[in-house]
């Protein structure tokens, strides 16, 4: 369920900005801040005091950027919209955005914003969109578009939101895995029963001459590809060719759904050195359902397929994840700039009423940082 994040949240912590006497450090939610300091040099925002926390990728519209940048040394992206990014001043990091939801000017331009109580989203309110790559500027395969008719049961990967959203989701102790965060875009492929997409297959599906099975390729949202075999030609498509040319449609089970990283030159600015595109799956379905991490490992241990690297098993803690996120010490983060960050989950599947599914991100502090740094799901 990740998307647009601006609520009303509590300032946990105020400390001084390093190099600078007129700026100050702002955490919510774990992510710090820069502010300016009111004019006696007493810091703007106070330890617990309510505040409206703008996560780093949301898209901002005119009104508010004439609002938030009349004053500021730095410029918009456009007169237009302005995508939330993570900066560095006087070497002090800052990730995302605060104000004041009770300043008066803010309340002239929103005045549903004065109703907005602790926890509240406000994106609405603010009208702040979700930051996401235009399609025009992906690589040529991967602009790419639905089947005529998407299989009912080919599922879409769970959105996984960031940690730092909601920590307290898991438990300090419980079981959990970590796994190396690929810089690359999302696959599924998965083995799944015909499904008639018009009157003629229903027909034949009736009389039992419509076969039994069919495969299905996707991008993260899209489906591109739907067949009972793949013989001969099919097409140029970056999903449809990385399943295959690493013999995944071989190692489908029926109604096993695999969700994968593409990565490899020419899918994103990380290219882990490879020069052929490499696939490495992250979680496995099974009838609809996701399966332990352990029983997903051993579905893929006996069919040679290759997941994503086990950085980490054990009990979580917050300690952990941030050590995790920023660490650069495995084989795969040699090639590349920074760690692009961990995911995390229980060693058993389990929900949540705030989220869902169970499985969160951490983004290491390197990769908010990088610049031309492309981001194609």
């Not at 300043?103 to 009208?127: C, F, H, M, S, T």
């Not at 980490?312 to 960050?341: F, M, Q, T």
Request: net charge neutral; hydrophobic share 35%.
């Amino acid at each position: 369920m990740s998307s647009v994040f601006a609520k009303v949240v509590e300032v946990k912590e105020v400390r001084n900005a390093e190099n600078s006497d007129n700026l100050s450090l702002i955490n919510c939610l774990g992510w710090w801040v820069i502010s300016s300091k009111n004019s006696d040099g007493s810091h703007r925002y106070k330890v617990g005091q309510p505040v409206i926390y703008i996560e780093v990728d949301s898209l901002l519209d005119r009104k508010f950027i004439e609002f938030f940048f009349k004053n500021s040394k730095i410029a918009p992206d456009s007169p237009e919209k302005h995508r939330v990014r993570s900066i560095r001043i006087r070497k002090n990091l800052s990730q995302g955005i605060i104000l004041d939801p009770q300043e008066q000017e803010l309340l002239n331009l929103y005045p549903k914003l004065k109703n907005a109580r602790l926890g509240d989203d406000v994106a609405d309110i603010l009208n702040i969109k979700k930051w996401e790559p235009p399609v025009s500027s992906l690589p040529r395969g991967m602009q790419v578009q639905n089947v005529v008719k998407r299989h009912p049961l080919f599922k879409e990967y769970t959105d996984i939101d960031n940690f730092r959203r909601y920590s307290d989701v898991l438990e300090n102790g419980e079981e959990i895995v970590a796994t190396l965060k690929l810089h690359g875009t999302s696959c599924r492929a998965a083995m799944l029963e015909r499904y008639p997409i018009n009157f003629l297959e229903k027909i034949l599906k009736f009389f039992k001459l419509l076969p039994k099975w069919e495969y299905a390729i996707g991008s993260r949202r899209v489906q591109v590809n739907r067949r009972k075999d793949f013989t001969g030609f099919y097409g140029e498509d970056v999903y449809t060719k990385a399943v295959l040319d690493a013999g995944l449609i071989d190692k489908l089970e029926p109604n096993v759904q695999l969700f994968m990283e593409i990565v490899g030159k020419g899918i994103q600015s990380f290219n882990y050195g490879f020069d052929k595109h490499r696939v490495f799956v992250y979680d496995v379905m099974k009838d609809g359902i996701y399966l332990d991490y352990d029983d997903a490992k051993k579905y893929c241990q006996e069919k040679e397929i290759e997941m994503v690297p086990e950085l980490y098993r054990g009990p979580y803690s917050e300690e952990v994840i941030h050590k995790l996120r920023n660490a650069n010490d495995h084989e795969l983060d040699k090639n590349v700039p920074c760690r692009e960050g961990v995911v995390f989950k229980p060693i058993k599947e389990r929900n949540s009423h705030q989220i869902g599914r169970v499985i969160l991100k951490a983004i290491s502090d390197e990769y908010y940082m990088q610049k031309d740094v492309t981001d194609f799901h």
